[in-house]
């Protein structure tokens, strides 16, 4: 008999507890911590429930479950927030000191039986374990498609793009961990009121590597892989004993060598053999839909948007920018160029909120910058693009221009899990929003591959998709023309002179001078952090210095003039 | 006519989706100084960075010395004599003076000490700041080292790539100077820049970058009179017909 | 109180010995290879195994592990680490192909020798001690710290004068430019995986030394003191793995004298908290942690 009670029991428990780890991972963290979490909750709530004669065996199962879950987030969240700046390892290192440090303050206790542990009443069904189950799939289903879901997706995709969107980063892992301890601690009840006698050894180091490997091998990639992990790891001594093998050691050995193909062969797990249903959208509908959304009202044309006094940047003694002064006003679309190295992408990361002045301000749509973190800074109206494409990989050119809405769609998770209509309408109108932003940019016929399966062109114009969606008054593109060739590029520009029209204020940096001038009103030319020239494009085109500061100077202080003559001809004819 | 030392057929490198360069060709004769120039995301580094091996070509042939080295690897180049000075130096801040020297001179063979001492004389702030850690030097400074350590294997062959980066121009004129004089001692030179004039003055010859593709060549005189350069350079014009 | 100052220093030169392998891959590689307590477990046995089986000295033993634990080293390396390379979750990747590596060593560990504790032959272990005024060290203690003390020095001095601790050294700082250098950055990887693994092997036999015993469970005990060393020693310092090596066995002696022993194992994490929240390159490390 491969399904005994045991192991109908045991693959929803080990389900509850692999979910707790896919709390965590969807949003790209690793923490070891929850075997930790199962432990302190288990403990607590045998200790503090009453026997169940007093309720009756499920009331005070509830009971206990709740109050399970309870602790579960409490420690999650003693973890989670002096913990919030750590990364990767840093972050694995500390959640598994922490879970071992529990793991000896329970040894050390006698409220818990030290060593010995203590005795649970067995009042756990496979019907309510499968009920806990369910309920706890159907949470991770409905939040797939929500915007919550999605934050946490950009999160682990690229988390500083995730940031430059407005998405709180901080606020969502935290989050992350507190479900993540509810599970743990839902799953440490669930165990002692079926297995009977608990100790904390139950809950150490071995229970958490088990917790890990029916994770990852179940996989990330959708919200089935918990149970497939747990279907496998359970099942797995089951098959091995209906198979007649004996020794001991196989189970394990087979588990982790498991873990290892899937992460070198399959890193989504065996969920990731599962195609993913990605977000269509209905094209008939788009207008209307997208219309719905309330929109940003721009500043009026030439009130002064960016305002940069002084700003300047020091790495450890290299001066990146020096003292840059500079206005800008609504609905200008501003170059920024300068030869290689000037300090063009060191002085759009300060404006951007990316990076902290080291002297001067700047005032950002109103935000002054420095302090404010990144995703206050894009609430506010600020997106931008990258040098090099930060685009979320894994997910559909539609879905990254949908979580670029994140600021201006509104929260759904909660009414998706009633089935609210007006979730579902609001998710509409997001999309048909995302979409309008795809066909802005000419991608809406490829809205449904993969963001890594596009062209590069292509991607840098998703880019731009993405930060349009969260509705800017001010857009940043760095580079954005880096790569594209001459058709692409004077798509690229009338694209940029359509937003401006629009009242959009856009600065940009760009190597492609020819396409700066065609483009700009206001051209502003950095060299060795300085500004050179700042001014119409006549202006600069006609700027010797400029030209100078690009093709580079004569090389003796006392130029002699046929190295200055070329230069004559080139004022009329770079004008293009 | 000899063999070119160096000589590269049909190069294409690419990233994922991007194509950094496009089918390039172009010769480099012994005892000459070539200079590649662009605008910056032209390509230049990555071209000089399929030639060394840091990155594997996607197309084309590479010849260095009657070798197709096209798919060869970083670290056996240095041996035979084809060495980069990488844009941004790359240095070893936290390592001395001597060590970054001594890691260039890994190949040297016999006599290193004394090559190395011949770099201190050279290049005297080098050789009084020794003990120093590397991070320790100005920017100027470090592109000497850069030099110094590259020169140290005594290469046939020596890829520069942007030494006037980030430097004040009177520091550019010393860094071509050592140039020149890399030159004169008999080691062939291939310079990527952006600083299209001086590059051109130190060259014998040079080719135009836009967008991964060679758009013009030629005597580096020619070049430097021509204002169509300008054009091409700066992307201002339309490239090639 | 002096005794328990020398006690502890001898079982913090284990500590520094275990420690300073898991740094130094640390620091080339920027991984962590959670293999590596698992070797540390896996020497012991080896170690047992060969002294009763072919009734070998210590030294020999010693010397023998050593090699055991650097192709451990190269085959982990070639295995869990190289094929993850260039992924763009390398370093999340490298944590778990590194944690299946070692639960398949442990499990393959108990297949060849069985889950119950294993001894040291009797007579293995030198019973004498020395005797200094007041102090004691027992024999095997001081052996325990010469051949730590030892190969710890050996190695510094390999890291910092020879050709191959520059590699080393060159490609934990940049390593594009050690390829720019001609620097083999696969083999120098190699060679430093297989150093750490042979210096954490010989930990593990000198462990099993100490308290005559080796348990399957005994890797992942030290694996969370060592990781706590290396934290609060800096990631990639060696010096820090020495003196926070030390440091824990030192405060844990202390800790058992004066708290209990079941309470000792909590001064490792109290450290190692309070160092990630506080400086979490450690007090000896020099890296920038990684924000993103």
């Known amino acids: 008999m491969l399904f005994t009670e045991s192991t109908l029991v045991f693959i929803a428990l080990n389900g509850v507890f692999a979910f707790s780890f896919y709390a965590v991972l969807v949003a790209g963290q690793l923490s070891l911590a929850q075997a930790g979490f199962a432990g302190i909750a288990g403990f607590t709530a045998a200790a503090l429930t009453p026997p169940p004669l007093q309720w009756g065996p499920i009331p005070t199962l509830l009971f206990a479950m709740v109050i399970g879950m309870v602790v579960g987030a409490i420690t999650a969240v003693i973890l989670g927030l002096p913990t919030m700046r750590l990364r990767g390892v840093y972050l694995a290192i500390a959640t598994l000191g922490f879970a071992e440090a529990i793991r000896i303050f329970l040894l050390n206790s006698d409220w818990t039986g030290g060593a010995q542990g203590m005795s649970v009443p067995k009042t756990l069904t496979p019907a309510v374990a499968w009920v806990v189950l369910a309920i706890v799939t159907y949470w991770f289903a409905r939040q797939s498609r929500s915007r919550y879901g999605r934050a946490l997706e950009a999160i682990r995709e690229d988390e500083l793009a995730a940031r430059s969107i407005g998405i709180n980063v901080g606020g969502h892992r935290l989050s992350a961990f507190v479900a993540a301890g509810v599970l743990a601690g839902l799953y440490g009840v669930m165990w002692a009121y079926y297995v009977r006698l608990m100790a904390p050894e139950d809950f150490g180091f071995s229970t958490a590597i088990d917790g890990l490997v029916t994770a990852v091998v179940g996989g990330t990639a959708n919200f089935i892989g918990p149970i497939l992990g747990s279907g496998f790891q359970t099942m797995l001594p089951e098959v091995l004993r209906v198979t007649g093998v004996e020794a001991s050691w196989i189970r394990p050995f087979i588990s982790v060598l498991a873990l290892l193909l899937v992460i070198l062969f399959l890193p989504g797990g065996i969920a990731s053999l599962i195609p993913r249903r990605r977000q269509k959208v209905d094209v008939a509908a788009l207008q209307t839909d997208a219309a719905q959304l309330s929109l940003r009202t721009h500043p009026a044309a030439g009130e002064v948007v960016v305002e940069l006094k002084q700003l300047a940047k020091e790495y450890g003694g290299v001066q990146a920018v020096r003292g840059v002064d500079l206005p800008v006003r609504s609905g200008e679309v501003v170059g920024l160029i300068g030869p290689n190295g000037a300090g063009k992408t060191t002085l759009v990361n300060m404006v951007s909120g990316l990076i902290p002045p080291s002297s001067g301000t700047a005032t950002v749509l109103g935000v002054p910058i420095g302090r404010t973190p990144v995703h206050r800074i894009a609430a506010a109206g600020v997106t931008r693009t990258f040098q090099h494409s930060k685009l979320f990989n894994r997910l559909t050119a539609l879905e990254n221009a949908l979580i670029g809405a994140h600021v201006v769609a509104k929260p759904t998770f909660l009414r998706r899990l009633i089935w609210l209509p007006s979730a579902r309408r609001d998710e509409r109108i997001a999309l048909a929003h995302a979409a309008r932003c795809l066909d802005r940019v000419g991608l809406l016929d490829k809205a449904n591959t993969l963001a890594k399966g ?57 190597h492609n001078v020819g396409m700066v001038l065609d483009t700009c009103d206001h051209i502003v030319v950095l060299n060795f952090g300085e500004v050179l020239a700042d001014g119409t494009p006549e202006q600069i085109a006609a700027d010797e210095r400029v030209i100078e500061a690009y093709l580079g100077a004569a090389d003796e202080p006392d130029a002699d003039d046929t190295t200055s003559a070329p230069a004559q001809p080139a004022e009329e004819n770079s004008n293009d | 006519m000899t063999e070119p030392l160096l000589s590269v057929k049909d190069l294409s490198v690419s990233y994922g989706r991007v194509h950094a360069v496009r089918g390039i060709s172009f010769d480099v004769a012994a005892g000459t100084l070539v200079t590649l120039v662009g605008a910056n995301g032209a390509g230049k580094s990555s071209i000089i960075n399929a030639i060394s091996g840091i990155v594997r070509p996607s197309g084309g042939r590479i010849l260095f010395d009657g070798e197709d080295i096209t798919k060869t690897k970083s670290h056996r180049l240095v041996p035979r004599g084809l060495v980069q000075v990488p844009e941004g130096r790359q240095i070893l801040a936290t390592m001395t003076i001597a060590e970054n020297l001594q890691m260039g001179a890994r190949s040297y063979g016999a006599g290193a000490a004394a090559g190395i001492d011949e770099m201190y004389q050279r290049f005297p702030v080098l050789g009084e700041r020794r003990k120093l850690a590397a991070g320790s030097l100005s920017g100027g400074e470090q592109q000497m080292l850069a030099i110094a350590r590259a020169m140290l294997a005594r290469p046939k062959l020596i890829l520069m790539d942007e030494p006037s980066m980030g430097l004040a121009p009177k520091i550019v004129n010393e860094v071509f100077g050592v140039i020149d004089e890399v030159l004169a001692g008999g080691t062939t030179v291939l310079l990527v820049e952006q600083n299209a004039r001086r590059a051109l003055q130190a060259a014998r010859e040079g080719h135009i970058l836009q967008n991964g593709e060679i758009v013009r060549s030629g005597a580096s005189e020619t070049l430097l009179a021509d204002d169509d350069i300008i054009q091409a350079y700066l992307g201002t014009g339309r490239a090639k017909e | 109180m002096l005794q328990q100052l020398l006690n502890g220093l001898f079982l913090g030169s284990i500590y520094s010995l275990f420690a300073i392998g898991f740094t130094l891959v640390f620091g080339i590689l920027d ?29 020999l033993v010693l010397i023998l592990v050593f090699a055991f634990g650097a192709v451990m080293g190269l085959l982990i390396e070639r295995v869990a680490f190289r094929p993850l390379k260039d992924r763009p979750d390398a370093h999340f990747a490298g944590l778990i192909s590194s944690i299946a590596m070692a639960g398949m060593i442990i499990a393959l560990l108990q297949a060849a020798f069985g889950p119950n504790t294993r001894r040291f032959p009797v007579g293995t272990i030198p019973e004498d001690a020395l005797n200094m005024g007041d102090l004691t060290a027992s024999w095997l ?140 390159e450690g007090l000896f490390g020099k890296r920038k942690v990684r924000e993103v």
């Open chain 1, 454 to 510: 596009l062209s590069y062109g292509d991607q840098r114009r998703l880019e731009i998709a993405r930060a349009l969606a969260a509705d800017p008054s001010l857009l940043i593109l760095d580079e954005p023309a880096a790569g594209m060739n001459h058709v692409e590029a004077d798509g690229l520009s009338a694209l940029i002179k359509d937003l401006s029209a629009d009242g959009l204020t856009i600065i940009f940096i760009e």
């Open chain 3, 141 to 280: 203690q001081i052996i325990i710290l010469v051949v730590s003390l030892g190969l710890m020095i050996a190695l510094s001095l390999l890291v910092q004068r020879s050709s191959l601790g520059r590699s080393m050294r060159a490609v934990a700082e940049n390593p594009t430019a050690a390829r720019v250098l001609g620097v083999n950055v696969d083999r120098v990887t190699a060679l430093t995986f297989a150093i750490s693994t042979a210096l954490g092997a010989v930990a593990g036999v000198l462990f099993a030394l100490n308290v005559n015993s080796a348990q399957l469970g005994m890797g992942s005990a030290i694996e969370l003191k060592g990781l706590a060393v290396i934290i609060v020693g800096g990631m990639g310092s060696l010096s820090g793995s020495l003196v926070g090596g030390l440091v824990l066995g030192i405060a844990e002696v202390f800790a058992i004298q004066y708290i209990g022993s079941s309470w000792r194992d909590l001064i490792a994490f109290a450290l190692l908290f309070v160092i990630l929240l506080v400086r979490p």
């Open chain 3, 31 to 59: 991984r962590l290879n959670l293999a590596h307590p698992s070797v540390f477990a896996a020497s012991a046995f080896v170690g047992i195994w060969l002294t009763d089986a072919f009734d070998l000295p210590i030294w």
